[in-house]
């Protein structure tokens, strides 16, 4: 597969492999920092960079995530050139993270955006993994200026008790 889906599934494929060697099941939350944004995740983080063609221009990827609890917590940052594609590259990159998960569906998340973001996107939604079993996947996309961050959750099911203190508490200088 090429393009940005295959960008997609390659990173959950790698990250899910990675973090199972190098994260313990239970939820050891920590700080950590991609760029601007503090967040949290669960459990140790690999990190990558990679190119991506993301709003018809080539950007950076920049991705740490990590597998505990028997789910997968990702977070990527782009730098677009201006604050207009970087509101291209929001609504692209959902359509390749929903392809990714072989599925168009998607329900509004109900969450309260940090009040530092220009631009804030939180989504539900049910698909496949690369192994083609059910994952659901909770999506946000927060911009501050020409800044994209994307948060994702990935597991069979999703609760509360794992997604909230990821997205809670995010945090920019």
């Excluded at 997968?72 to 993270?97: C, G, K, N, P, Y």
């Excluded at 990935?154 to 509360?160: F, G, I, P, R």
Aim: with cysteine; net charge neutral; charged share 15%.
């Amino acid at each position: 597969m090429t393009g940005w889906s295959g960008v997609c599934l390659r990173m959950v494929g790698l990250l899910a492999l990675a973090a199972l060697q190098a994260c313990t099941p239970a939820l050891n939350w920590r700080q950590v920092q991609m760029q601007d944004l503090k967040a949290r995740l669960p459990c140790k983080a690999d990190t990558a960079t990679r190119p991506v063609h993301l709003a018809a221009t080539p950007l950076d990827l920049q991705m740490m995530g990590c597998e505990a609890d028997g789910a997968l917590f990702a977070i990527s940052h782009v730098r677009a050139q201006d604050t207009e594609a970087a509101t291209r590259v929001v609504q692209q990159w959902r359509a390749f993270a929903l392809q990714a998960l072989r599925t168009e569906a998607s329900q509004p998340a109900s969450w309260q955006a940090p009040a530092w973001a220009t631009q804030a996107v939180s989504l539900r939604a049910d698909g496949q993994n690369p192994k083609g079993q059910p994952v659901q996947a909770r999506l946000t996309w927060i911009r501050r200026g020409a800044d994209v961050y994307h948060l994702a959750v990935y597991a069979e099911t999703l609760t509360e008790s794992i997604t909230q203190p990821f997205l809670e508490d995010l945090q920019t200088p």
